[in-house]
């Protein structure tokens, strides 16, 4: 059985094996240059000496010149958040479908081998490959962040979603809904339309709405002119903005059109502008403390929903499948 699995899965397992290659060979080397001038351009001395006497006045300039010209490279791997489904749709959504389509499952089942056996050998092998091969772009992903998460954090969803134990599960939520779409529908190509619209369907949300109120987000009001910020670099912004003393909410564009000072004004006398209207800055935010946290929550919230699907799959196999 794991050799006919083994035979009728090699050219997925061949395609996935050189995408991972081409995906690897591409990090290492942008990760090693950007490692290297993450050092030698002071972009890690600037982050180490921030806020201290000591900082360098051009820590601005260097910061800005080193998202200038990675920044575009962390915008292009958010695409690999397609990777689950796209495995999923390639190698997921016929791992059923096709047996049915084809009624190659009928010799299967007129063997030693039951149904149940049958399924059970494809889901472990499929799903635990799928794992290796997410945890080792998830390795090798965190590593190539490095950088990113000293200049922002990993609670941000550019570090979130590539982190953690989070992407596992993603990777197993997208095939067991491949694979129970292909049972269910008992076509390869409309089980690939519901995986892609099902997938983005979850995640979407998550990402955008779920995600930053796991836990109730923490709020701070204070003087933009205050000697200390509780809010760190790592830590998840959320919004922010400017509000009066008692708490109602100013525009940016009131803010900005009272305080436009003139030409030659300076960030801090426009600060000196909104202090003397009694305003305050106000900033809403997931502290980083809470990464791993998350990480448990949306991960527990993916592998419950791929645990469904496959009890789905198993049971739509033995009961509804002639």
């Not at 990777?171 to 269910?184: D, P, T």
Request: proline share 5%; net charge neutral.
């Amino acid at each position: 059985m794991v050799w006919l699995v083994w035979r009728q899965h090699r050219g997925e397992l061949l395609v996935v094996a050189i995408v991972l290659a081409i995906l690897a060979t591409a990090l290492i080397v942008t990760g090693v240059q950007m490692a290297n001038d993450f050092q030698q351009l002071g972009v890690a001395s600037c982050l180490a000496q921030e806020g201290t006497p000591a900082a360098n006045p051009n820590c601005n300039t260097i910061l800005a010149g080193f998202d200038q010209t990675y920044g575009w490279m962390e915008i292009a791997v958010s695409w690999l958040n397609f990777i689950p489904p796209l495995l999923a749709i390639l190698v997921g959504a016929p791992l059923v479908a096709r047996e049915l389509e084809q009624g190659t499952q009928r010799l299967a089942w007129t063997q030693s081998v039951t149904r149940f056996w049958w399924l059970a050998v494809k889901l472990a092998l499929v799903l635990g490959g799928a794992l290796l091969v997410s945890a080792l772009l998830t390795a090798l992903l965190t590593w190539w962040r490095g950088p990113f998460d000293q200049l922002g954090g990993r609670l941000d969803p550019g570090g979130f979603d590539f982190e953690g134990t989070a992407p596992l599960s993603y990777m197993l939520f997208a095939l067991a809904l491949a694979i129970a779409a292909g049972a269910i529908i008992r076509r390869s190509i409309p089980a690939m339309v519901v995986t892609l619209a099902g997938y983005l369907a979850v995640r979407l949300p998550i990402d955008n709405y779920l995600r930053s109120n796991y836990l109730p987000p923490v709020t701070v009001t204070q003087s933009p002119l205050a000697n200390t910020n509780p809010v760190t670099r790592a830590d998840w912004v959320l919004n922010g903005g400017w509000v009066d003393t008692h708490g109602h909410p100013i525009s940016d564009y009131q803010a900005f059109s009272t305080c436009a000072i003139g030409p030659g004004s300076t960030k801090q006398d426009f600060f000196h502008c909104v202090v003397a209207h009694g305003w305050l800055e106000t900033t809403v935010y997931q502290p980083a403390s809470r990464f791993w946290l998350f990480q448990g929550i949306e991960t527990a919230i993916f592998v419950a929903l791929a645990a469904a699907l496959v009890g789905l799959t198993i049971w739509w196999v033995q009961r509804r499948i002639n």
